[in-house]
């Protein structure tokens, strides 16, 4: 475990079109990457030494890209007017990575992300009796709009049992899978600015510091800052200080931290 501080910005992703679909963002949601692009580069310009690394992973969702990609080249544009052409902090490709995914949901034998769902949920015949993982998603979210980007769903995810969502506990482990992996490699550079999504962020602010801050706004951040086995997580007004879990519980399969999607047969 590197003693180097590794700083992970964990952002949530720019307005979308809507959660019907795992569709892209909106002009406000461009906008909103590029200012945070934008914040970002100045604080870098202004912190980070000469040669510094700054790692761009993200969900490979089509919002957590599009965000990615409009951030990164604001970000790269701030640096070249903040420091001047041929400065020596360099801005790594966007690396999509499924830690930083989107909620999860169990259909037709894989972990999926859970808006791409909601458009199978929507090609069913309503003249027709709805199968148990289309019911249980109407329990979570039928709106697919300005309910989900304030957060109702998740309200109901953090606090209810399920038999497809991936629970709240499973997606803070996510997380910090990624944030390790991200912190074992400083060598590859000791800045990490993710865009993520509002759920396992949600959650994973609230295993942290003890209760539900509410929903995260878009491009809001969550900064991480990794030394040794411990780590710092700050989120608005809140700031404490939490061991690394090294440790998995074992009802956690560790190979789905790591990006494995497919179902386990009982029969199997």
Do not use: C
Not at 1 to 18: I, K, N, P, Y
Not at 52 to 69: C, F, N, Q, S
Not at 157 to 178: C, D, K, M, N
């Amino acid at each position: 475990m590197t003693t180097a501080e590794m700083r992970v910005v964990l952002l949530r992703h720019g307005e979308t079109h809507g959660y019907f679909d795992d569709v892209g963002l909106t002009e406000l949601g461009e906008s909103q990457a590029r200012q945070a692009g934008r914040a970002l580069g100045k604080d870098l310009a202004a912190t980070v030494p000469a040669g510094e690394r700054v790692r761009l992973p993200h969900a490979p969702t089509a919002r957590g890209t599009a965000t990615a990609v409009t951030l990164r080249a604001a970000l790269v544009a701030t640096l070249d007017e903040e420091l001047g052409a041929g400065h020596s902090v360099v801005v790594g490709d966007l690396e999509p990575d499924a830690h930083f995914d989107s909620l999860q949901f169990l259909y037709d034998g894989e972990a999926r992300e859970s808006s791409g769902v909601a458009a199978r949920r929507l090609a069913l015949d309503p003249e027709r009796p709805a199968p148990d993982w289309a019911l249980e998603y109407d329990r979570f979210d039928a709106n697919y709009g300005e309910a989900s980007r304030t957060g109702g769903p998740i309200d109901r995810w953090l606090t209810s049992t399920t038999r497809h969502f991936e629970p709240p506990q499973i997606a803070v482990y996510r997380l910090w899978a990624g944030i390790t992996a991200l912190a074992a490699e400083p060598g590859r550079g000791r800045i990490a600015l993710v865009s993520s999504h509002s759920g396992p962020m949600r959650a994973f602010v609230a295993a942290a510091i003890g209760h539900d801050p509410g929903e995260p706004a878009n491009l809001e951040q969550v900064d991480v800052r990794v030394v040794g086995d411990t780590a710092t997580v700050a989120f608005r007004e809140h700031r404490v200080r939490v061991d690394l879990p090294t440790v998995i519980p074992p009802w956690i399969d560790p190979a789905y931290l790591d990006g494995r999607r497919t179902a386990h047969d009982r029969a199997g």
